[in-house]
Nanobody, 115 residues
């Protein structure tokens, strides 16, 4: 059973940067697609970014040009580099991995951006 554990969240001022990490207890090599979602208070969970294999990426329009998703299969870790953060980026960020018809989720990490 693979577990996903996020880290790297915190409080940052608008315009600042954070890097989220998602470490898998097992190999992420079997996850062809991994990604990050987020959920702000009172809002639905939304897709932030996905990475297919190690090179195909897709981003929500709201984060394009500011966020970068990457993966390091050797370290069993997926990253989300977040630059030029805005208050509207405040949310709990969740890592996810797709394996066959199953989706695995992390427990989430809080990101708070102050204005």
């Amino acid at each position: 059973q693979v577990q996903l554990v996020e880290s790297g969240g915190g409080l940052v001022q608008a315009g600042g940067s954070l890097r989220l990490s998602c470490a898998a207890s097992g190999s992420i090599f079997s996850f062809n697609t991994m990604g990050w979602d987020r959920q702000a208070p009172g809002k639905q969970r939304e897709l932030v970014a996905i990475i297919i294999s190690s090179s195909i990426t897709n981003y929500a329009d709201s984060v394009k040009g500011r966020f970068t998703i990457s993966r390091d299969n050797a370290k069993n870790t997926v990253y989300l580099q977040m630059n030029s953060l805005k208050p509207e980026d405040t949310a709990v960020y969740y890592c996810k991995g797709f394996k066959g018809s199953s989706i695995y989720w992390g427990q989430g990490t809080q990101v708070t951006v102050s204005s």
